[in-house]
């Protein structure tokens, strides 16, 4: 900037949004950190047990899916509109200040994009855990069958724990329904959400185990 009016000396002022930027990959790599094990589990079952699914199972699949995608578009869209009602803020820096005017100074082109990054892992999980479920259903394995569902219910805290990580401008609990305070913490249990979600991945585990290698099953249902 030019020196005022009878003064010798020179300055310069910078107009920006300052710390807004969004760190697009924090929900992403936070859910992938949680989901990436289960994920490559189903994977080698689904190779191992690629093949044609029923029907009845194809259809209880897509149903089952549907919830689950719609969640995380409730998620996404809800904590989105929330951004864009806030008036994204200005910060002007001059040599020797730093003045903030009001608002959020994050941008909805920002936070979308992180959100959506954070639900993709667990939205593959929950839809490749299912595909198994169908085969294995197919292939009379039901004890399997519901231990790959379970997997498909264990995207769910792994979603919010991916929204959770993105640092946003606004309260994202207002639909969180399986975050890490979705059940009030206690003094003999600080974390009920995060001890239930290992239960549930163990729970999972062990019914593939057993359902995989015992030697009854059920017999494939037919159509």
Known sequence: MPAGPGTG?????????????????AGFDAALAGSWAALVA?????????????RRHLIAAAVAAAPVVGYAAVRVTDIGVAVAAVTPGLEIRTETTLTRVDGSGYDQADVVPALVLAVLPPLALALAALALAVLLAGRGRRLAATGAALLAVLALPLLDAGIEAVHLPVSADGTALFAWYAIPPTLAMPQPVAALTVAVELAAYLLLVAGLTGAD??????G
């Open 9 to 25: 000396d020179f300055g310069w002022t910078v107009y920006g949004s300052g710390d807004s930027a969004v760190d697009r990959t």
């Open 42 to 54: 189903v994977a080698g079952l689904l190779v191992a047990c690629r093949g044609p699914g029923r």
């Open 217 to 222: 099953r059920a017999a494939p249902a037919a």
